[in-house]
């Protein structure tokens, strides 16, 4: 500067320093290279730190870590002779909370510094951004396609109210009395395993009393004698809300820092838990639609894919298995004498036997393999990737081993065969119709052969 500030007589008689230290905004001027040289009284109202803290600091050491680059560019453009009228940051205050301020700049080219008047806008921010975030819960609510989508935007959306670098949500069952953690990301610690409500963590405390909890190092907090000691790396700040759903509080979301740098107040624990509510009808509208979904494709008796979802799978392998120039395998199976078990030991022992052998089915196949019912007694089974046919024989050997050991159900042994067809792509079918009623048939020449055997089907495509 050409001249240094001094007190300048105003027309009521007061010096203009102490005008401006009257004034609720902040008056700043930073020179050249970033540094204060000049902060008003107001400057530790909204900032938290003296005048004398801050003079010969670099202004940008106090600006939000997400908003340093941003704001270093609108500070060179306030250089070149670009004024900004409105243009707002993120500031951290020296308590550690985060502000939000809207800037009236400009740069005096004849004292080579930035004059500028800040405002505190962090109330108005945040209402603004409950709206913006509660409008953003709806729309990922609709259009997520599954939890784990879900809780990616909830993730984003909550980061945008308060820091949430280190932020998961935790579901309870209370059927199950499991609690469960469904989207965990934290700098230092893993996912727990699935637990109980009597595990004693914070979590389950804020579940359990279906109060928010805030633990900071300026708070103190008389926790109930069940809740034991911090598992994993203890955070300096934690900050917990449950979600309270339409039958209870179904989980909690959790923010926590290790750092002094992040700090969470009283009116971050009112704003998430302001959201919570919105976030739990979204959650508990997704779970329901997925579980309709996966009612809607599986059998409900043994739990297996159903006929729609075993097509499905069987078209998505065909494609791939036309891309890669690979193998696969259809298997129809027919439980050999079903009937006369109904009929002499009644549905519900028939019910049982389904759900065993489709059980020991299960266990005769690799986790990338799908077995589903497609009705009655008959399943079918697809192998993906196999080198040669002979490889689907030796599964089918091994579901007749299975269904050597007789079943027992609710007290009684029962001894089932099954009848097997096999069909290979693309020796034997190029689409998934051909595949299907070439095992089915090769099934039926089972049966017709005595049961209890598997037969590969002599049909060429």
């Known amino acids: 500067m050409n001249q ?6 105003s027309g009521t008689g007061l010096p203009f320093g102490n005008v401006m230290d009257l004034l609720l905004d902040a008056i700043c001027v930073v020179d050249a290279r970033g540094r204060y040289v000049f902060v008003s009284a107001a400057f530790e ?28 560019q609108a500070a060179n453009e306030i250089m070149a002779g670009q004024p900004k009228p409105h ?62 989508t879900l809780f990616l935007h909830i993730h984003r959306i909550v980061g945008k109210l308060l820091p949430a670098r280190n932020f998961f949500v935790a579901l309870y069952d209370a059927q199950k009395d499991e609690l469960s953690f469904p989207y965990f990301v934290d700098e230092y610690d893993q996912p727990p395993p699935t637990q109980s409500l009597e595990s004693g963590t914070l979590t389950s405390e804020v579940i359990r009393s279906g109060q928010a909890l805030l633990l900071t190092p300026d708070t103190r907090v008389e926790l109930p004698a069940r809740v034991r000691p ?5 955070s ?3 900050l917990g809300v449950p979600l309270g759903g339409q039958q209870g509080v179904i989980g909690a979301l959790v923010v926590q820092s290790y750092s002094g740098e992040v700090r969470y107040t009283q009116q971050d624990k009112a704003l998430l838990q302001f959201v919570s509510t919105q976030i739990a009808a979204a959650i508990e509208r997704k779970k329901t639609e997925t579980r309709l ?71 005769c196949v690799r986790e990338s393999d799908t077995v589903g019912r497609i009705g009655g007694d008959e399943f079918v089974v697809l192998l993906n990737g196999i080198s040669l046919p002979e490889h689907a024989a030796a ?48 099934m039926y020449d089972a049966k017709r052969q005595g049961g209890n055997r598997a037969l590969m089907t002599a049909v060429s495509p």
């Open 236 to 238: 300096l700040e934690w």
């Open 230 to 234: 911090i598992v994993g790396r203890d």
């Open 87 to 148: 243009f707002q940051n993120r500031y951290v205050r020296k308590d550690g909370r985060v502000i939000h301020i809207m800037w009236s700049a400009r740069w005096s080219e004849a004292d080579q510094v930035r004059i500028a008047v800040a405002r505190d806008v962090t109330e108005l921010k945040r209402a603004e951004l409950m709206q913006v975030a509660l409008h953003a819960i709806s729309e990922a609510a609709h259009s997520a396609e599954d939890l784990l």
């Open 293 to 363: 979904q996966y009612l809607a494709q599986h059998d409900q008796l043994t739990d297996l894919p159903n006929r729609e979802l075993f097509h499905d799978r069987l078209c998505t392998a065909l494609a791939r298995a036309r891309r890669d120039q690979q193998r696969l395998a259809v298997l129809y199976l027919d439980l050999d004498q079903f009937k006369p078990v109904n009929d002499r030991h009644g549905h519900d022992i028939g019910d049982l036997l389904l759900c065993e052998a489709a059980a020991r089915i299960s266990q």
């Open 4 to 9: 240094p500030l001094s007190p300048i007589e």
């Open 395 to 442: 599964v089918a050997a091994k579901i007749h081993a299975a269904f050597e050991q007789p079943f027992e159900l609710a007290g009684r042994l029962l001894q089932v065969s099954a009848s097997i067809g096999i069909a290979i792509y693309p020796d034997h079918g190029e689409d998934d119709k051909q595949l299907l009623r070439h095992a089915d048939d090769a």
């Open 45 to 72: 109202r909204i900032f938290g730190y003296t005048p004398e803290e801050v003079i010969g600091r670099p202004m940008i050491e106090l600006v939000h870590p997400d908003d340093r680059e941003r704001t270093l």
